[in-house]
Every structure is written in C-alpha cells, then in structure tokens.
C-alpha cells in the first residue's frame, strides 16, 4: 500500500514538472513573437512610408510658415517705431511736467523772496517807527523838564545819543536852557518887578534923545487895528503873552519899551526859554513826521519815513 502512495506521488510530480515546462516555452514564445511585432512595427514607421510622411511634412512646414516668417520683420520694425514713439512721447510729457514742476519751483521760490524782501521792509519800517517814537517820548519828557525847570538827568544822555547827529544846534540850545533853568512863572514875576523900570524914562539919555522921545509922544498916526505904542500897553501885551505861552512876542513888546536896557537880564532868560522850545518843536517833528533821521538808543540812525506816508 505504501509503494502504490509513492508510485502516484511520483507521477504527479513528473507530471507537475511537464506542465511547468509547458507553459515556460508558451511565455517565451509570446515574449519573443511580442519584441518582433514591436521590431516590425518600429522598422516600418520610422524608415518606411512613415518617414516619408514626416518628410513631407517638415518640407511642407516651411511653405506654410514661409510668409508668416518674411512678414514677420515689418512687423517687429512697426511695432519696435510705435514703441519708440510712445517712449518719446512718454518722454516728451515727463519733460514737459518736469519743466512745468521746475517753472512752479521758480514761481514759488520768486514768490518767497519777494514775500521775505516786503517783510524785511516792513521790520526795518517797525524798528523805525519804535525808534522815532522812542525819540518822541524823549523830546516830551524834556520839554516837560525845561518848562519845569528841572535838571535833565538820564535825559541829557538821551538828547545827545537820538538827536545831536542831526541836530546838534537844537541839542545844544536844549542843553543850554537845562543848565541855566528858567520857568514861565518865573518870567512873569521878573517882569513885574522890572515894570517901573521898563515904564521909566531911559537913564543917561541925551538931550536931543530925550527932545526926539516927547516929540513922538506927541502926535502918534497908527491905523486902528495896530496895537498902540503905549509903553503901559506894550506891558499889559507882554504879560498877556507869557500867560499864553508865546515868549517870542513878549520879548518883542519888552524890547519897545522906554526901560528896555534895563531889562537885559530877563531878555536874555527869555531869549534862552524861547531858543528851547523852537529846538524842542524841532526835535518832536523830525521825530513825528520822520523826515529827516534820527538815531536809536546806540545811536544807529533810524530810516526817516517816506513823504508819501506809505510807511
């Protein structure tokens, strides 16, 4: 029984071993037949009728893009001269911007100067006015001292530095008043006093003088509107003058008068007050009207200002 189990086992193995080598020789049979259908098929299409094909269709390649590649440089050359015409365009447009830019720079900067000139002029025309007007005070401040009588002071210095340059004989009969002091109050009550000797015949007068004198007083012609020659009429003016402040024409009636020579120091009182105050007038309307220049505080003239009162 065990022979006949190894009998079969036997012959199912050769068996198994027959069928295997038949179905390796089918597969190599239809590998090899597959590579030479491929063989075939490649030899054909590449060195047959289908090279040819591609022959004619690269040789028929360049006549279909034969014209396509003649146009084709015109073309580039028309769209290259458009290109560069709109660059010169472009070019011409940023130039004309950056010259319009540049032409509204100018203007802007022009502008600017001018604004900083009239701005300039207008500080040079403040620091004058602040100047004259520093100088007015001044002028004020020693009119009041000479109409007082008081000394100067600080003012003296004043005077000197803001008006000497332009003035100096205004300044000096300025001066001249300060350091002899005289007052209206003070003229009024010296001429009182010297009213017997104004209103008296003149002392040590000749005959003939003397003859001359009463004569005139005789016989007087005047119109009605002239003030009479009276000496106590000339008196009475000379004291109304004073009291209104016009020492010119006080003096001018003392001087008329019989006892003139005797009044020689209130003349020249008198002479010294009036020069004061004509200098004074002269000093507040240069410093008013701006004329004529006058000097700051370090003595820098200031610009006078323009007749046509721009300023």
């Given amino acids: 029984m065990e022979e006949d ?3 079969r086992m036997r012959s199912k193995a050769a068996s198994t071993r027959g069928g295997s080598r038949s179905v390796i020789g089918a597969v190599l049979a239809a590998f090899l037949l597959g590579g030479a259908l491929v063989g075939f098929a490649a030899w054909y299409y590449d060195f047959g009728s289908g090279g040819d094909d591609a022959g004619n269709v690269t040789t028929e390649m360049p006549q279909v893009d034969g014209p396509s590649t003649a146009a084709s440089p015109a073309a580039g050359e028309t769209a290259a001269q458009e290109q560069a015409n709109t660059n010169a ?69 004043q005077i000197k530095v803001r008006f000497e340059d332009g003035f100096p004989n205004a300044v000096a009969a ?22 017997p ?8 007068e000749s005959a003939w003088a003397w003859f001359k004198r009463e004569i005139g007083g005789l016989f007087v012609i005047r119109k009605q509107s002239t003030p009479s020659p009276a000496p106590t009429r000339r008196l009475e003016r000379a004291r109304i ?14 001087r008329q008068m019989p006892g003139a020579d005797q009044a020689g120091q209130w003349l020249a009182d008198a002479d010294r007050y009036a020069a004061a105050l004509r200098a004074l007038d002269r000093l507040e309307t240069s410093a008013i009207v701006g004329s004529e220049a006058v000097n700051d505080i370090t003595g820098t003239p200031a610009s006078p200002v323009p007749r046509s009162g721009a300023q």
């Fill in 197 to 204: 000797a104004l209103l008296a015949d003149p002392q040590a």
């Fill in 5 to 7: 189990f190894y009998s």
């Fill in 174 to 195: 300025v001066l001249a008043a300060a350091e002899n002091p005289v007052t209206l109050d003070r003229l009024r009550a010296q001429l009182d006093g010297l009213a």
């Fill in 241 to 254: 003058f004073l009291e209104t402040g016009q020492i010119e024409n006080a003096i001018a009636e003392v």
């Fill in 89 to 157: 365009a472009a070019a011409v447009q940023a130039v004309e911007i950056v010259a319009g830019q540049q032409g509204g720079i100018e203007a802007r900067v022009t502008a600017m100067e001018q604004r900083l000139t009239a701005l300039d002029i207008q500080a040079q025309a403040a620091y004058g006015n602040a100047a004259r007007a520093e100088a007015l005070l001044v002028a004020f401040a020693t009119r009041r001292a000479i109409e007082r009588g008081t000394s100067l002071d600080y003012l003296e210095e």
